[in-house]
């Protein structure tokens, strides 16, 4: 730039001043110049010689001599001495020359000189990162004649310019590669190519994705590569070069992105290299470059699977048997790959390297997997940090490990040393032993740098150190009987008769005919044999058949009886001591484990999330599909013919891509071999987990990831395509202790992260929703003694949704209107017992929960009312608010029925002591019936349904009316059955509402609503003439009350003592210190949600009632 140095004795800047030497200067000679590049002369004199001689920028220091020919011929001097001797020694014919910089010759490497911007290389020689918003460099080597390549492997996907460019080519801040003349580039972030000028070309590429470029320059055409397929020629017509003055190989990266340049090759061939090969500095980065792979995007897919099928296509490119050939190649395919990466590992699992101090089996492999998770450290954010690997990397390495935990080793003896028990028979997987289990605590203590920073349960990895240190647990191993925390009635090992589901013989064929062919006929995993699954495993674990289990119990002849269903920890557990330094040295299988819960939930769980999207994705663009070729074949007008037409087009082409991505997550994610080995993974750990949770000091050391991995494995199981097993023995026959861990531990004061708790209340909440897991709930000893305490405790301000779902599933069937769909058939009679249960006993906990839920139903009745003012106020209503409102006006629903059940089975809470409970319920009724039935709320119900296509049965005013009429019958019922009790009226305490209109018009709708298609049958006639008596009972009843208020009112005003707050009791109740009054009534329902005077906001020590001491 001109501001970069001074003007030099008076002479102007820029290439002027080179020119205006009288020595051998002519016009044509400065005309030539000038037409070249017209910028130069606005150009600093520094600049301008970097220009001409071709220098990287800013590599001349500021002049403040005077320009003369001495100083022009000492800088050629100078360039030229440097480039003399560094060339290699390749004559004119082989059309390159590469300069020496230091690595010896011949090497080809990144021009530190030529770098713009902040780019680093980051592992020398090629692995190239910019830390700048834009960088570029060149390679040490140029081309003028022949055909030359160079590749580069993509480490990020973001904006990268690939290609050549002559030395005359500037690089700049915003300028790079295929930003001048002779600079040719692709970039396929933008799917760009670029040549001063950007045009369309080539595909979009992904992480792993390999770049070729070549150059032609006896045809004079660039064109590049994208994994091994031409692009095209991009440019025809480049500018011939002579000898020594070519196309460099050059990049230009945008900040935070970086690339492996393959400019070399390099080999790893034999055994014997094994050594050199580990001493090499490369040794990690190439580890982890045989371990890499590319994730496929759209194009690949549509490469790899040209053609597509799904139930009831009828497209062009829909060939069934075509795609089942085409998915059973690709499985092989991936066997193949899976196979190479565990012959790799287990040849560095082998390896003792010749180190002075003696190394043990497994170190150099432990190494690189400890090195590998600090360089990921902070993958899990949102803006993952600068160095994070590939993800491919990590997801191979938990293939290669849970294959080995899961199938065995498969190498005979050579990895004995791996084993944590010692076992005669054949080599069967550590996932899959049966009999006694151990695992060294101790990993949860080490101050290594990648575990301090991993979240535990109890909190910070320093936190928990300053609260619990470790005394001698450090140097413990636990170990204890598996399955010694199931019940005995419903235990499931690998050494009982009835064998766990991973252990089974089992059908999936027949399992996925029963299922609904729309979610599971794609059947590319059928023909996939389990190449892997050890013969020995499925001799040793074939006792039980899955088929039988899916009707018969399983036995339980071969269990001992005890009491209760957890075994005394004494008699199943125990710690011992270390056996040597040596043995905790040595790579063992539960350290295995232990990587393979982190490698999970570090590259595992976002992949089958995404996996989750497409598979929900493609069962609603189906579905969207067929609708729309049923209108039309309906023969709609021409106009909506044509837009019928366009989205179909669009729906079918979304289809087929999500067909693609869902085989391709079945082929690479749901192999059989891989299920098999999650489920028994879950087994065990979800019995650690239990196991540790009876040593506090323990369990707060336990990284959080253990517990998330678990859960997301679990469901992703459960959620499987295919599916593993039937949902029917999915969880009795192995993972019943799953139930155990999240009913005792999703309120468990020892763990720190509500968002832990809230992931394991969910689990609850979602599988109570499914029959044949309630009867797991209702069968599991832990689940019926806590469950429904757990549930009420944790119905807060944070929990309160699952818990109501929750609820709502157990107290299913129970409720006015709820006999329809047969909810009664499905409900849980043993958990509604054991809740009334719980509430009659324990008033302490009932009393706050039923408070909580008094406000809760409130406010969300108040949100759904001013949502609904607000959508009335707009003109044009966003589909957000729609949602809004049906979500807000389910949970409404949902804690009404919720409400309803507490009711009908604890009304002594409504009708006897204090009318506090039975007055507020009464003005929350009157609340929802004023806004149902306001003009406003009764539109919303119309423009819902006609929005959003939903039927009547999924929005109508009935699903909030209902519970009030179960409600008020409930209580009306039960005051029958207090005639010799003193008890709280119901019709008295409605009629004290004053609001005669708003009783009226609501009770009456709830008679007028139209029933009939809420139930099945008339049964529901006899309970609205029970609910027209109560209304006749209630409107004698306020009429005269108004007449009685009418003859009293001058007593009534001229009343001092009257509470000033509902006007109707004696203020008979003093506070302290502040000596304000009101009745006790009004003082006690304050009390329940705050601790402070209603009058002067001042703290209340004491409520002091007339007439006590």
Known sequence: MAEDSPRISGLSSGLAVILSDNDHRGSSSKSRCFSYCDEFRHQSVERTLEYVFGLPNKSIDPVTSPIDTDLIRSIIKNRFSELAYPIAPYGEGDGICIVDNGLGPNVVCIEKVSICGDMRIVKPPLIMESFSMFSSSRANACVWSGKWMYEVILETSGIQQLGWATLACPFTDHEGVGDADDSYAFDGRRVRKWNKEAERYGQSWVVGDVIGCCIDLDRNEISFYRNGISLGVAFSGIRKMGPGIGYHPAISLSQGSYSYLALACHIFRREELMVLWWKSVDFEFLFEGFLSRKNPNKQDLEYMMPSVWWPGSREDVSYESSMDLTTTALSEAINEIEEKHRDLCRLVIQFIPPTTSPQLPGSVFRTFLQNLLLKNRGADRSASPSGVLSNSIVVSLYAVILHFLSEGFGIGSVCDWLRSSETDGPDIGFLHRGGQRSFPVYLFFKDESHQTVTARLGGSYNHILKLHPPCDQEVEVIRWEEGCMDDNETRVTHS?????????????????????????????????????????????????????????????????????????????????????????????????????????????????????????????????????????????????????????????????????????????????????????????TVQLLLVLSKMDSVFVYIPEFYVETLVDCFHVLRKGDPPFVPSTIFLKQGLASFVTFVVNHFNDPRISSADLKDLLLQSISVLVQYKEYLVTFESNEAATKKLPKSLLLAFDNRSWIPVTNILLRLCKGSGFGSSKHGESSSSSIIFQALLREACVTDEGLFSPFLNRLFNTLSWTMTEFSVSIREMQEKYQVLDSQQRKCNVIFDLSCNLARVLEFFTREIPQAFLLGTDTNLRRLTELILFILNHVTSAADAEFFDLSLRRNGQSLEKVNRGMILAPLVGIILNLWDASAELKNKEYNDVVGIFASMECLNTVNCGLRLLLDYNWAGSFRGDGYVAKLERLENFLSLLLYRMESSAFDNSAFSDQTDANDSMCCICYEREADTCFKPCSHRSCYGCISRHLLNCQRCFFCNAPLEDVMRAGTN
């Not at 050890?534 to 058949?545: F, L, M, R």
């Not at 043995?583 to 232990?594: G, H, I, Q, V, Y």
């Not at 082409?653 to 991505?661: L, S, T």
Request: glycine content about 2%.
């Open 496 to 684: 009982t008769r009835q064998k766990p589901c991973c252990c089974s013989s089992y059908d999936a064929e027949c399992m996925r005919s029963s299922k609904d062919p729309m979610k599971y006929a794609i059947r590319s995993s059928r023909g996939i044999p389990m190449h892997d699954r050890s013969a020995h495993v499925a001799t040793e674990c074939t006792a039980g058949n899955l088929n039988d289990e899916i009707t018969d119990k399983p036995s339980s002849s071969e269990q001992s009886d005890t009491e209760f269903g957890y075994c005394p920890m004494q008699q199943q557990m125990r710690i011992v001591q270390r056996e040597t330094n040596t043995s905790s040295a040595t790579l063992r299988e539960e350290e295995l484990l232990d990587f393979l819960l982190l490698f999970y939930h570090m590259g595992l769980a976002p992949d089958f999330k995404q996996a989750s999207h497409y598979m929900s994705h493609q069962s609603q663009l189906i579905a969207l599909l067929e609708e729309t070729d049923k209108q039309i074949r309906e023969r709609a007008c021409r106009e909506q013919l044509k837009r019928l037409k366009e989205a179909r087009s669009t729906y079918r082409d979304e289809v087929i891509d999500c067909v693609r991505h869902c085989a391709w997550n079945r082929i690479s994610l749901f192999s059989r071999w891989k299920q098999r080995g999650m489920y028994a993974m879950c087994m065990w």
